[in-house]
């Protein structure tokens, strides 16, 4: 599975910004994608998820503020972000999974960053 992430860049204090995920290759057993992020020195941490049924998930930390969808035609899945803080800082990477659960495991993507900040 190949995953590739677009839509970083530099965005102001609740702000909202977009990401978008676009995955290829063999689809047939990937149950979830989803995204998470890092800061430098700091572990990779879960964002959010969407199943192939749609079941979506996300850290406490975003809720409220992020949403994740996805276009199955395009094989495609967003992240919708608003209210932007400073600490949502990092590169965001696209993961895929086999599983209900992201497990930090599985197919990863390049990652995109995007910065907030006045």
């Known amino acids: 599975v190949q995953l590739v992430e677009s839509g970083g860049g530099l965005v102001q204090p609740g702000g909202s910004l977009r990401l978008s995920c676009a995955a290829s290759g063999t689809l047939f057993h990937i149950y979830t994608m989803g995204w998470y992020r890092q800061v430098p020195g700091k572990q990779r941490e879960f964002v959010a998820s969407i199943t192939k049924l749609n079941v979506t998930d996300y850290n406490d930390s975003v809720k409220g503020r992020f949403t994740i969808s996805g276009d199955r035609l395009v094989n495609t899945i967003f992240l919708e972000m608003n209210s932007l803080k400073p600490e949502d800082t990092a590169v965001y990477y696209c993961?895929?999974?086999?599983?209900?659960?992201?497990?930090?495991?599985?197919?990863w993507g390049q990652g995109t960053r995007f910065t907030v900040s006045s």
């Open positions: 993961n895929a999974d086999v599983t209900a659960k992201l497990r930090g495991m599985g197919d």
